[in-house]
């Protein structure tokens, strides 16, 4: 059965002190895995799309990389706004056209 | 201008009501989701419509009947709700439904409805 586990639950940061997130997948077949960023209130938004083990992506202050078994989302020099759950999903190559979410990490940042 | 717009925001009803949530998007997508997101943040695909024609229906009770009047909208409607059908309900879009996929999905802001 495909699963998607993230941990930290919660993590509070201090402005500038850089941390990682992270998301082991077990799934028959990776078609790709997507992050996404929720403010509170609001729908979650796209980040990050990673296909194969060794790929990395970068925005901003966030930097999302994948292996074979799991990816990390690093969060250099961390600001307030940045203060949101973060979720992970992945798409398995024969599943159907859907996505299958964790239950993110709240990540908190400190002034 | 709102990508996607769900409405209402917000429902609280009692239970054994029957309650409609509508979407629309705006960016000429071919395909629409149903999500739901539980207390714990967990986010379950429910349906999707591609050009308004039905390609993934978990397995939800069949109280729920979404509906595509148009490959803009999809609506759902839920019969005879329950306290566990509380949660937030998203719907989402996708220019691509299937082959390649960027995983890129336009949520709305979300419903959230609470069964008293």
């Known amino acids: 059965e495909d699963q998607v586990t993230q941990s930290p639950e919660a993590l509070r940061l201090q402005e500038g002190e850089s941390s990682s997130l992270n998301c082991s997948y077990t799934?028959?077949?990776?078609?790709?895995l997507f992050w996404y960023r929720q403010d509170p209130g609001k729908g979650p938004e796209f980040l990050f799309t990673l296909y194969s083990a060794g790929e990395e992506k970068e925005k901003e202050r966030l930097k999302a990389t994948l292996t074979k078994k799991e990816s990390f989302l690093h969060i250099t020099a961390p600001k307030p706004e940045d203060s949101a759950t973060y979720l992970c999903?992945?798409?398995?190559?024969?599943?159907?056209?859907?996505?299958?979410f964790g239950t993110g990490t709240r990540l908190t940042v400190i002034p | 201008d709102t990508a996607v717009s769900q409405t209402p925001k917000y429902l609280v009803t009692q239970m054994g009501n029957d309650k409609s949530i509508k979407c629309e998007q705006n960016l000429g997508h071919d395909t629409m989701y149903w999500y739901k997101q539980d207390s714990k943040k967990f986010l379950k695909i429910m349906f999707s419509?591609?050009?308004?024609?039905?390609?993934i229906n978990e397995t939800v009770p069949n109280r729920f009947s979404p509906k595509s009047p148009d490959k803009a909208h999809l609506n759902l409607h839920i019969n005879s709700l329950e306290l566990g059908d509380s949660a937030v309900y998203f719907c989402a879009s996708s220019q691509v439904a299937g082959g390649p996929i960027t995983g890129e999905l336009f949520f709305g802001e979300g419903s959230r409805l609470t069964v008293l």
């Open positions: 999903a992945v798409q398995a190559r024969a599943g159907a056209n859907n996505l299958f």
């Open positions: 799934v028959s077949g990776l078609r790709g």
């Open positions: 419509y591609n050009n308004k024609e039905l390609i």
